[in-house]
């Protein structure tokens, strides 16, 4: 959680500092694609696929982004991701009490995405996940489900003759549906948060 906590307010303070530089002032985007050949499609992921590589427990971590611009300022995405978690999300990364076991969640969501001035932008995202719980043993025990939204703050900032992006950001995530939890489970859950906020995110995509 401190780690986490670190890298949010280092996120929080560069995008702070990027809305006060006066060169970062930009006007408005260029316009979609059409005669001047703007490209107004994206892939992406995240830059933490490198968690997977971490000592422990692996995430299995995969996350696969698409966004159409359909404004020069306004992106609608659709969100491919799975991953394995293995202690209560409220209390990520500081759990006292791992799980018996282990979560496998895999979603497809859909998202909106507001570009602002200064290289600055904001989203939100609901992804309805389907989870599946395996005890210590890695015997699948039953199926969950779970709808996850993501509420994110963060800077876009474009290279290579824009056609490559980064976008470091800080998230406020709420999952207000979460079902058929194991008993097991339910109690490590008991008194846990349906929320965590100041996710660090750094995205990054390729226009196209």
Same mark, same amino acid.
């Given at each position: 959680?401190?780690?986490?906590?670190?890298?949010?307010?280092?996120?929080?303070?560069?995008?702070?500092?990027?809305?006060?530089? &006066?060169?970062?002032?930009?006007?408005?985007?260029?316009?979609?694609? %059409?005669?001047?050949?703007?490209?107004?499609?994206?892939?992406?992921?995240?830059?933490?696929?490198?968690?997977?590589?971490?000592?422990?427990?692996?995430?299995?971590?995969?996350?696969?982004?698409?966004?159409?611009?359909?404004?020069?300022?306004?992106?609608?995405?659709?969100?491919?991701?799975?991953?394995?978690? #293995?202690?209560?999300?409220?209390?990520?990364?500081?759990?006292?009490?791992? #799980? &018996?076991?282990?979560?496998?969640?895999? %979603?497809?969501?859909?998202? #909106?995405?507001?570009?602002?001035?200064?290289?600055?932008?904001?989203?939100?995202?609901?992804?309805?996940?389907?989870?599946?719980?395996?005890?210590?043993?890695?015997?699948?025990?039953?199926?969950?489900?779970?709808?996850?939204?993501?509420?994110?703050?963060?800077?876009?900032?474009?290279?290579?003759?824009?056609? $490559?992006?980064?976008?470091?950001?800080?998230?406020?995530?709420? $999952? &207000?549906?979460?079902?058929?939890? &194991?008993?097991?489970?339910?109690?490590?859950?008991?008194?846990?948060?349906? #929320?965590?906020? %100041?996710?660090? %995110?750094?995205?990054?995509?390729?226009?196209?």
């Amino acid at each position: 959680m401190k780690l986490t906590n670190t890298s949010s307010l280092l996120i929080l303070a560069m995008l702070l500092a990027a809305a006060r530089c &006066p060169a970062l002032a930009d006007s408005a985007p260029r316009a979609n694609a %059409g005669s001047n050949g703007e490209r107004n499609h994206h892939l992406g992921s995240t830059l933490f696929l490198l968690g997977n590589l971490a000592p422990g427990d692996s995430p299995y971590f995969f996350q696969l982004n698409y966004g159409y611009h359909f404004t020069p300022r306004d992106v609608v995405t659709t969100e491919a991701i799975t991953w394995t978690y #293995y202690e209560p999300l409220g209390t990520y990364g500081s759990s006292e009490r791992s #799980y &018996p076991g282990k979560v496998r969640a895999l %979603g497809i969501g859909v998202g #909106y995405q507001r570009l602002l001035p200064r290289k600055l932008y904001l989203s939100m995202q609901a992804v309805p996940f389907r989870q599946t719980f395996y005890d210590t043993e890695d015997v699948r025990i039953q199926h969950g489900f779970q709808l996850f939204l993501q509420f994110r703050f963060g800077g876009h900032f474009e290279f290579f003759s824009r056609r $490559w992006f980064l976008e470091p950001s800080v998230a406020f995530n709420y $999952w &207000p549906i979460n079902t058929h939890f &194991p008993a097991s489970f339910k109690e490590i859950e008991r008194g846990k948060h349906n #929320y965590f906020l %100041g996710e660090p %995110g750094l995205h990054f995509g390729w226009k196209f």
